[in-house]
T-cell receptor, first 114, second 113 residues
Framework: KQEVTQIPAALSVPEGENLVLNCSFTDSAIYNLQWFRQDPGKGLTSLLLIQSSQREQTSGRLNASLDKSSGRSTLYIAASQPGDSATYLCAVMERETNAGKSTFGDGTTLTVKP | DGGITQSPKYLFRKEGQNVTLSCEQNLNHDAMYWYRQDPGQGLRLIYYSQIVNDFQKGDIAEGYSVSREKKESFPLTVTSAQKNPTAFYLC????????????FGDGTRLSIL
């Protein structure tokens, strides 16, 4: 059974710092990996989706990498801002026909201090 | 604007009562999902549906039921058999095949009276 782990569980940084969030998974036979942002009491917003054949995806100040063989993904946030404060979750999708089932990590709660 | 609408935002259940959470999407997505989120934890899959009139159990389906009579709608019923229903419930949808991102609604928070 796929297990997804995110370390650290919480992170507090000063504004302007570059930071890395980590996601690891136990079964490397994944179809894709997705990074989400969740604000308190809200649903999830998709940030980046990396297909299993890709190594990385970029969107603005965000860069996500994927290393299937080692079962790891990182989300790099450049020049962090207070508005980046949120919980970040990663999810891996199984390769099971078109089922599209995802397994989620518990998230990393990021606080960016002004 | 296209999106996923969940209602109600807050819901209270009495002992022995069934309650139904609504999820509607106008994104023309084939697949729809229901997740449960407990405080400080990630999401756990309850049920998912790839096409109309078909759905499969996820990891924690016991005490829940769903229907998929229309492409746009995927309601979730929390039955009295679910002994610990207090949680944040999230509905999501996507195109089939997993090459496009999942989109989420804003959730329903269910509490016990």
């Amino acid at each position: 059974k796929q297990e997804v782990t995110q370390i650290p569980a919480a992170l507090s940084v000063p504004e302007g710092e570059n930071l890395v969030l980590n996601c690891s998974f136990t079964d490397s036979a994944i179809y894709n990996l997705q990074w989400f942002r969740q604000d308190p009491g809200k649903g999830l917003t998709s940030l980046l989706l990396i297909q299993s054949s890709q190594r990385e995806q970029t969107s603005g100040r965000l860069n996500a990498s994927l290393d299937k063989s080692s079962g790891r993904s990182t989300l790099y946030i450049a020049a962090s801002q207070p508005g980046d404060s949120a919980t970040y979750l990663c999810a891996v999708m199984e390769r099971e026909t078109n089922a599209g089932k995802s397994t989620f990590g518990d998230g990393t709660t990021l606080t960016v201090k002004p | 604007d296209g999106g996923i609408t969940q209602s109600p935002k807050y819901l209270f259940r009495k002992e022995g009562q069934n309650v139904t959470l609504s999820c509607e999407q106008n994104l023309n997505h084939d697949a729809m999902y229901w997740y449960r989120q407990d405080p400080g934890q990630g999401l756990r899959l309850i049920y998912y549906s790839q096409i109309v009139n078909d759905f499969q159990k996820g990891d924690i389906a016991e005490g829940y039921s769903v229907s998929r009579e229309k492409k746009e709608s995927f309601p979730l019923t929390v039955t009295s058999a679910q002994k610990n229903p207090t949680a944040f419930y999230l509905c999501a949808s996507s195109f089939q095949g997993g090459r496009q991102p999942q989109h989420f609604g804003d959730g329903t928070r269910l509490s016990i009276l």
